[in-house]
């Protein structure tokens, strides 16, 4: 193979975008991958982001919800008891503290939910 814009020299590998051969010349690295240079490098980084993207979806399992779980059960219940426990002292204040908590013991239900369907 050779490279699609200099047929005289070899190609070290082809463009992810257009599949064309590449010398070492024309040839730009996008993350592990090559890319035309200067002419598809922004498309590649694009392809790039989307596949990592994709991975980051399909790899967000069963044990991810549980962490959030117990993340936001753990913050909202601090905040619901202190919250309640301080209303007699600051009054409208631990009113929010305690409506920041219950949004978050909220958000760990939601999450337990959804941790279900992974079963
Ligand atoms: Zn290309
Ligand atoms: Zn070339």
């Known amino acids: 193979m050779v490279c699609f814009y200099h047929p005289d020299k070899p190609a070290v590998g082809t463009c992810k975008h257009c ?12 993350d592990d991958v090559l890319a035309c240079r200067n002419r598809h490098e922004a498309q590649v980084i694009a392809l790039e982001e989307m596949t990592r993207l ?3 979806k399909s790899k967000r399992t069963r044990s991810d919800y549980l962490r959030n779980t117990v993340f936001y059960g753990t913050v909202g ?3 619901t008891v202190f919250g309640i ?4 002292w ?3 204040q631990g009113i929010v503290y305690a409506a920041i908590g219950l949004a978050l013991l909220w ?3 939601a999450n337990y939910l959804e941790s279900r369907k992974y079963k």
């Open 19 to 30: 599949l064309r051969g590449l010398c070492a010349d024309c040839a730009a690295t996008v």
């Open 54 to 56: 994709n991975v980051l």
């Open 77 to 79: 219940m601090l905040f």
């Open 85 to 88: 426990s301080q209303i007699r």
């Open 90 to 92: 600051l009054g409208w």
């Open 107 to 109: 958000a760990a239900l």
